[in-house]
Structure formats: structure tokens, C-alpha cells
């Protein structure tokens, strides 16, 4: 991957320069070996993934592929993602798996984007600092010691920190 941005991976793809599925797996790789520094993940979707990769390939192949066709991006753990634990960072949810996808979930589905995870919050996005999580506060991948901001500090940081390209998040205070 000669970039991590949205615009350099989709020309890669577009290109073959390498394909979803091996974009998707190195992103796999460096959340499972870099992001206990952050904690910027609270659910890891892989077997999700990559078979949302090898579904991109055979469509891009097929030439049926969408805008975002096989970028590996996340979501905010506040979106609900149909069979897939929805949280929002609260305990009360920790066992809840979604029965239905948010509309930005299933918009970016249909152009063709890959799910690596859902990301960290304040608790149900109600924090400024990113430290309410009942998964444990987010780090700032460029000063652990300072936080990422915002309720969507886990996307911001697992963008920040090259764990993927890009993620969803919201604007609670507007």
C-alpha cells in the first residue's frame, strides 16, 4: 500500500495494485498488533471482513464494483450493524447484537465498503474526552498521554494511528 488515504487505496484498488482482501488482512494485522495502545476498537468484525473483501474483488472483477468498493473502513460503536454487537460503549449493552443496520451502515455497504469494526465512544456519545467507555478510555495515538477528543475518539484514533482509512462518527454537541 504505497498510502493509507481513502483516495490512494481506491485508486490502488481501481488499478489492482492489490486487492481488498489483502488491504483488509494488513489492516486486521496492525489493529490485532497495535491497538491495545489505543484501544480504539471495542469489537474486531475479521471473518466479517475479509469476506466483505473477497465479496468487493469478485465484484470489482465482475465489474459491478461501488464508489467505495473494498476500503476497509470502521464504524462508531454507536451504529447499530445488523448481527453484529452494538454497545455504544455502555455496559447495559454489552450483549447486544443488532437486529437492523443504521443508514449509513447499510449506504456504505452498497457502494461497496468492507467493516473492519466498530470503534470506541463515550459512553451512549454523550463525552467530550472519550474517557466514559465502559471498554476503558481511548489514547491518542500521538500523545497517549493526552486524550483524542469527542465521542468518536475511537474512529479518530484508529484513523489517526493507521489502524483505517477512514470512520463513521457523529456530532453529539453540534
Known amino acids: 500500500m504505497p498510502s493509507h488515504t481513502v483516495a490512494d487505496l481506491l485508486r490502488g484498488l481501481?488499478?489492482?495494485?492489490?486487492s481488498s482482501e489483502e488491504i483488509t488482512r494488513q489492516y486486521l494485522n496492525d489493529i490485532e498488533q497495535r491497538d491495545g495502545h489505543y484501544n480504539s476498537f471495542i469489537s474486531v468484525t475479521a471473518e466479517q471482513a475479509l469476506n466483505q473483501a473477497r465479496a468487493a474483488d469478485a465484484a470489482r472483477a465482475n465489474g459491478e464494483a461501488g464508489s467505495l468498493n473494498g476500503l476497509?473502513?470502521?464504524?462508531?460503536?454507536?451504529?447499530?450493524?445488523e448481527g453484529v454487537r452494538t454497545s455504544c460503549a455502555s455496559k447495559m449493552l454489552d450483549n447486544f447484537i443488532a437486529p437492523y443496520s443504521a443508514t449509513v451502515v447499510e449506504k456504505m455497504a452498497a457502494a461497496g465498503?468492507?467493516?473492519?469494526g466498530k470503534t470506541n465512544l463515550d459512553e451512549f456519545a454523550m463525552g467530550s474526552s472519550n474517557?466514559?467507555?465502559f471498554y476503558g478510555a481511548v489514547r491518542n495515538p500521538w500523545n497517549r498521554d493526552k486524550v483524542p477528543g469527542g465521542s468518536s475518539g475511537g474512529s479518530a484514533a484508529a484513523v489517526a494511528a493507521g489502524l483505517a482509512p477512514a470512520a463513521t462518527g457523529t456530532d453529539t454537541g453540534g
Open 113 to 116: 465498503a468492507v467493516m473492519l
Open 72 to 81: 476497509p473502513i470502521a464504524h462508531k460503536d454507536i451504529f447499530c450493524t
Open 131 to 133: 474517557e466514559t467507555s
Open 14 to 18: 481501481a488499478a489492482g495494485d492489490f
